[in-house]
């Protein structure tokens, strides 16, 4: 073996000697991280047999609407009974100019567009 060969094999001794240690203190920094995060972290077994947690949530899309109530709707001095109670709320909690306009549209079929005026 050359004095050159010598020279490169104990480069990459070394270099394989940094890489291994740089492994292993990045493995070491990951489990200190995972560490620190376990602690912080509350299971879900622990919460729904501890603190009796319901896991569910339900929803309002699938009920069959009741159509025999109106709920009113004023706007210009004319009512409209819209069928649906959230929309009626919706549309009272709107700015007075914006009910004009939804009423303009689609009651009165008043168009917006340019090419109308």
């Given at each position: 073996m050359t004095?050159?060969?010598?020279?490169?094999?104990?480069?990459?001794?070394t270099h394989d000697t940094y890489?291994?240690?740089?492994?292993?203190?990045?493995s070491?920094?990951?489990?200190?991280?995972?560490a620190a995060r376990w602690k912080r972290e509350i299971?879900?077994?622990?919460l729904t047999?501890?603190?009796?947690?319901p896991l569910s949530t339900t929803d309002e899309y699938f009920q069959v609407p009741d159509y025999g109530e109106t709920y009113p709707f004023s706007v210009r001095g004319q009512t409209i009974f819209l069928d649906s109670r959230s929309l009626?709320?919706?549309?009272?909690?709107?700015?007075e100019?914006?009910?004009?306009?939804?009423?303009?549209?689609?009651?009165?079929?008043?168009?917006f567009s340019p090419m109308t005026r």
């Open positions: 004095e050159y060969e010598a020279y490169q094999e104990h480069i990459r001794y890489c291994r240690i740089v492994i292993r203190h990045a070491f920094d990951a489990a200190r991280l995972l299971s879900l077994e622990y047999e501890e603190k009796f947690v009626a709320a919706a549309l009272a909690e709107l700015p100019q914006t009910q004009e306009e939804i009423f303009l549209y689609y009651f009165q079929h008043f168009d």
